[in-house]
């Protein structure tokens, strides 16, 4: 069984960077594209960032050119590499697939951008 656990969510003031890693049980990554998603409160999830088995990324308009995906297969470990954040980035990331798997849902990580 396939698990998915985010982390490096914090606290970050506007105009500040973090940066998202997302760990897998197994060796996922060769086999899918992979995806970051958020959930702001009180709105659905979307999808934030792809990034492709060959490496090809795209991005959502809301965050293209301040964010960043990169993977890192023998790690089993994909990035989000979040740059000048704005307080409507607040909401809790998750990695899954892409389209994504119900089955592959972690926890999420909380990101808040406040000053």
């Known amino acids: 069984q396939v698990q998915l656990m985010e982390s490096g969510g914090g606290l970050v003031q506007p105009g500040g960077s973090l940066r998202l890693s997302c760990a897998a049980s197994?060796?996922?990554?060769?086999?899918?594209?992979m995806g970051w998603y958020r959930q702001a409160p009180g709105k659905q999830r979307e999808w934030v960032a792809v990034?492709?088995?060959?490496?090809?990324?795209n991005y959502a308009d809301s965050v293209k050119g301040r964010f960043t995906i990169s993977r890192d297969n023998a790690k089993n470990t994909v990035y989000l590499q979040m740059n000048g954040l704005k307080p409507e980035d607040t909401a809790v990331y998750y990695c899954n697939a892409f389209p994504s798997i119900p089955q592959f849902w972690g926890q999420g990580t909380q990101v808040t951008v406040s000053s």
């Open positions: 197994g060796s996922i990554f060769n086999v899918y594209t």
């Open positions: 990034i492709g088995r060959g490496s090809s990324t």
